[in-house]
Protein backbone atom coordinates (compact mmCIF):
# COMPACT_ATOMS: atom_id res chain seq x y z
CA UNK A 1 0.00 0.00 0.00
CA UNK A 2 1.60 3.39 -0.87
CA UNK A 3 0.15 6.53 -1.96
CA UNK A 4 1.27 6.27 -5.70
CA UNK A 5 -1.49 4.09 -7.32
CA UNK A 6 1.49 2.05 -9.39
CA UNK A 7 0.81 0.54 -12.43
CA UNK A 8 0.50 -3.72 -11.92
CA UNK A 9 2.47 -5.55 -14.80
CA UNK A 10 3.31 -8.54 -13.02
CA UNK A 11 6.15 -10.94 -14.82
CA UNK A 12 7.93 -13.71 -13.48
CA UNK A 13 11.02 -11.52 -12.82
CA UNK A 14 8.96 -8.70 -11.32
CA UNK A 15 7.58 -11.24 -8.37
CA UNK A 16 10.43 -13.13 -7.83
CA UNK A 17 10.89 -12.36 -4.30
CA UNK A 18 7.09 -10.48 -3.76
CA UNK A 19 5.39 -11.31 -0.47
CA UNK A 20 2.88 -9.25 -0.02
CA UNK A 21 0.86 -7.37 -3.00
CA UNK A 22 -2.17 -5.47 -1.99
CA UNK A 23 -4.92 -4.72 -4.47
CA UNK A 24 -7.09 -1.84 -4.53
CA UNK A 25 -10.53 -3.64 -5.88
CA UNK A 26 -14.07 -2.04 -6.60
CA UNK A 27 -14.99 -4.01 -3.30
CA UNK A 28 -11.89 -2.81 -1.49
CA UNK A 29 -8.84 -3.98 -0.66
CA UNK A 30 -7.37 -7.72 -1.42
CA UNK A 31 -4.14 -8.83 0.23
CA UNK A 32 -1.97 -11.26 -1.41
CA UNK A 33 -0.23 -12.51 1.10
CA UNK A 34 2.28 -15.23 0.86
CA UNK A 35 1.35 -16.59 4.37
CA UNK A 36 -0.84 -15.85 7.14
CA UNK A 37 0.98 -15.95 10.06
CA UNK A 38 0.10 -18.21 12.81
CA UNK A 39 -1.21 -20.64 10.45
CA UNK A 40 1.34 -21.22 8.20
CA UNK A 41 1.51 -21.10 3.93
CA UNK A 42 -1.18 -21.42 1.45
CA UNK A 43 -1.50 -25.08 1.02
CA UNK A 44 -1.88 -25.00 5.44
CA UNK A 45 -4.58 -21.91 5.04
CA UNK A 46 -6.59 -23.95 2.30
CA UNK A 47 -6.49 -26.69 4.46
CA UNK A 48 -7.71 -24.34 8.08
CA UNK A 49 -10.51 -22.51 5.52
CA UNK A 50 -14.01 -22.84 4.97
CA UNK A 51 -16.09 -22.24 1.91
CA UNK A 52 -18.86 -19.54 1.74
CA UNK A 53 -20.91 -18.28 -0.78
CA UNK A 54 -21.33 -14.52 -1.38
CA UNK A 55 -23.18 -13.08 -3.72
CA UNK A 56 -20.74 -12.92 -6.44
CA UNK A 57 -19.53 -16.75 -5.76
CA UNK A 58 -17.68 -18.88 -3.18
CA UNK A 59 -14.66 -17.57 -0.86
CA UNK A 60 -13.01 -19.52 1.27
CA UNK A 61 -12.23 -18.01 4.76
CA UNK A 62 -10.09 -18.99 7.86
CA UNK A 63 -11.84 -21.14 10.51
CA UNK A 64 -12.23 -19.15 13.80
CA UNK A 65 -9.40 -21.84 14.98
CA UNK A 66 -6.88 -20.70 12.45
CA UNK A 67 -9.01 -16.76 12.45
CA UNK A 68 -7.82 -17.23 16.84
CA UNK A 69 -4.08 -18.02 15.58
CA UNK A 70 -3.75 -15.95 13.49
CA UNK A 71 -4.82 -12.76 15.39
CA UNK A 72 -2.69 -14.30 18.42
CA UNK A 73 0.51 -14.50 16.49
CA UNK A 74 -0.01 -10.92 15.22
CA UNK A 75 -0.12 -9.64 19.20
CA UNK A 76 -1.04 -6.15 18.26
CA UNK A 77 -3.64 -4.45 20.49
CA UNK A 78 -6.47 -4.57 18.31
CA UNK A 79 -5.49 -8.29 17.21
CA UNK A 80 -5.75 -9.02 21.17
CA UNK A 81 -9.19 -7.42 21.37
CA UNK A 82 -10.30 -9.37 18.79
CA UNK A 83 -9.24 -12.73 20.35
CA UNK A 84 -11.11 -12.05 23.08
CA UNK A 85 -14.14 -11.22 20.98
CA UNK A 86 -13.63 -14.33 19.13
CA UNK A 87 -12.84 -16.64 21.92
CA UNK A 88 -16.02 -15.92 23.26
CA UNK A 89 -17.78 -16.08 19.77
CA UNK A 90 -16.31 -19.57 20.10
CA UNK A 91 -17.36 -20.34 23.30
CA UNK A 92 -21.13 -19.58 22.54
CA UNK A 93 -21.11 -21.58 19.26
CA UNK A 94 -19.55 -24.95 21.35
Known amino acids: MTPQK ?3 HLT ?3 CVGLKNLYLRTDLGVL ?3 SE ?3 VGDFDVVLGE ?3 VQLGFGECRILSLDAL ?3 KEAMNRP ?3 EAVVQLKAIKARTA
Open 12 to 14: RKS
Open 49 to 51: SLP
Open 36 to 38: VLG
Open 78 to 80: RDR
Open 68 to 70: IRA
Open 6 to 8: LPL
Open 31 to 33: DCI
